[in-house]
């Protein structure tokens, strides 16, 4: 049995308690929306840990002596999140819901750069490998998503999500984000074919980073990554609401 095979036994155990009525619904989105966003901008040096940005994000509370910055990247990634499952209605994607992701995420950052593509040059700190250059990012971001309207159907769900991550970031539309923005992408493809998310632990950031960089050559250890990390987050799911676990053959 494949990873992917694996994968899909466990959405359809997942999928046997679906519709999740609204409370329930309510909470699951709740938990990621606390998990999610503190996993993705600690992957990118945010400090705020994953009780803190609990706090934030229920109770409103600031923490004292951690930079405003780690608050504004929390309020707008779960802003962005919310944004997320607005987009379940159809299994589209398009530029239009990545500059909206961006400009929710950046706009207390940097208004005049929220929801903009970069307009100078950036590289990559520990890569050897260079983004895409200013006057290409548009031209590349209509390929990526003439790329996944046309796709989608051509790979396993899961794949298709991490391949969207691994062409999304490597173009590096953004002059800052990116990863995030990434992410959510990746999430929002995954949701709106009724996978669960993928949360990538801050404590695997090497491993992850490692094989983004690698999958320049060679994407399949980084999509198999990703495919990991959904079966994690089923795995959870399945502990948290009692689901039995299916026998793997």
Same mark, same amino acid.
């Given at each position: 049995m494949t990873? +992917?095979?694996? %994968? !899909?036994?466990?959405?359809a155990a997942i999928d046997e308690?679906?519709?999740?009525?609204?409370?329930?619904?309510?909470?699951?989105?709740?938990?990621?929306r606390i998990g999610l966003t503190w996993s993705s901008n600690a992957l990118e040096?945010?400090?705020l840990t994953e009780s803190e940005t609990k706090i934030l994000l229920e109770d409103g509370l600031t923490v004292g002596g951690k930079p405003l910055k780690d608050t504004f990247e929390t309020l707008g990634h779960a802003q962005a999140y919310d944004f997320m499952f607005t987009l379940l209605g159809n299994r589209q994607i398009t530029e239009n819901d990545a500059?909206?992701?961006?400009?929710?995420? +950046?706009?207390? %950052? !940097?208004?005049?750069?929220?929801?903009?593509?970069?307009?100078?040059?950036v590289i990559i700190t520990g890569s050897k490998y260079a983004v895409c250059k200013v006057e290409q990012i548009q031209t590349e971001m209509n390929k990526l998503f003439q790329w996944a309207a046309m796709g989608r159907d051509k790979y396993h769900p899961v794949e298709f999500a991490a391949q969207l991550h691994k062409r999304f970031v490597f173009i590096?539309?953004?002059?800052?984000?990116?990863?995030?923005?990434?992410?959510?992408?990746m999430n929002t493809a995954l949701i709106q074919d009724g996978y669960m998310l993928a949360v990538?632990?801050?404590?695997l950031r090497q491993e992850y980073i490692s094989l983004l960089e690698r999958a320049h050559k060679d994407d399949r250890p980084f999509v198999d990554f990703i495919a990991k990390q959904v079966l994690e987050s089923e795995k959870e799911i399945m502990r948290l609401l009692h689901i039995p676990f299916p026998e793997l053959k």
């Open positions: 990873l +992917y095979d694996k %994968i !899909d036994r466990y959405k308690l679906r519709p999740f009525d609204g409370d329930m619904l309510k909470e699951i989105k709740a938990y990621y040096g945010n400090t500059l909206t992701m961006h400009k929710m995420f +950046y706009k207390d %950052i !940097d208004p005049k750069e929220a929801g903009k593509y970069r307009n100078k040059m590096h539309p953004f002059i800052d984000g990116n990863g995030r923005i990434s992410r959510l992408l990538i632990p801050p404590i």
